[in-house]
């Protein structure tokens, strides 16, 4: 199932996709989509509404450096030159403001000179939880959605943490869909700018998977319906400005695209 939020000529509602590609439709969810959702028997055709960012999350709790090769492009090598080392994940949080929905401008603004895309697969969690087990994270998970963890790289380099640099209005555009029965153990991350394409990878190459990421976060902090869990960006990253369009597209989930604008 693919779930989402849409705001239509009624309001703003969650609502389930269904149709063939070019003709869907959405049916609205009488409350929230977690669980067994229930419907309210009004439905609108796609195009006839607006796609918003999938879900209201009360935090986005991000993995830093989960792909070999984009340790390695930030500089992250090993004392021997040689080899990456797998250590523990290291997390951060974007704020829930920081959120966007699909097609929302990504608003640079003027105190940083470079701000990247990070393309990424996210995963939304379904249920309150603490202290889950990898084996079991597929039991607090509601689905998978596609993000873009926006960062100014260069406050990022400057501030020695990244509450800043990762936490601008507009830095975690999210969406359009959460799938909800999806094996993304291995599946094609790209990112393109301009429809040139800057990432291309696998989730097969995360250092840590979606269930050790989840244990490891839920070790920590008790996660609640609607949270969103950023699993880490593979290498390619680079900066995007003013005029450019980003388009991240995780396969079997879909793609997330957004203008680039300098704030104004
Ligand atoms: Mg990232």
Aim: aromatic share 4%; glycine share 10%; with cysteine.
């Amino acid at each position: 199932m693919r779930l989402g939020r849409v705001a239509s000529p009624d309001g703003v509602a969650f609502v389930a996709v269904e149709g063939e590609q070019g003709a869907e439709t959405v049916r609205e969810i009488a409350e929230h989509p977690f669980g067994n959702p229930t419907f309210t028997g009004r439905s609108w055709p796609l195009a006839d509404v607006r796609v918003l960012a999938p879900i209201l999350a009360s935090k986005v709790i991000c993995i830093g450096k989960n792909y070999a090769a984009h340790i390695e492009e930030m500089g992250g090598v090993a004392p021997d030159g040689t080899t990456i080392k797998v250590a523990d994940p290291v997390i951060f949080i974007k704020p829930n403001t920081s959120i966007i929905g699909p097609e929302v401008p990504i608003v640079r603004p003027p105190s940083s000179e470079r701000v990247d895309y990070e393309g990424e697969l996210a995963v939304v969690i379904g249920r309150p939880c603490k202290d889950v087990k990898a084996a079991q994270a597929k039991d607090v998970i509601l689905g998978y959605t596609v993000a873009n963890d926006v960062t100014a790289r260069d406050q990022q380099a400057a501030d020695g943490q990244w509450t800043r640099a990762k936490g601008y209005d507009t830095f975690c555009p999210l969406g359009p869909w959460i799938t909800t029965d999806a094996d993304v153990s291995d599946v094609e991350i790209r990112t393109e700018l301009d429809g040139v394409v800057k990432q291309q990878s696998r989730t097969s190459l995360m250092l840590h998977d979606v269930g050790a990421v989840v244990e490891w976060i839920s070790a920590v902090m008790t996660l609640l319906p609607g949270d969103v869990i950023l699993t880490g960006t593979p290498s390619g990253v680079g900066p995007m400005t003013a005029g450019q369009r980003v388009s991240v597209t995780v396969e079997g989930i879909g793609t997330l695209s957004n203008p680039v604008v300098d704030k104004q």
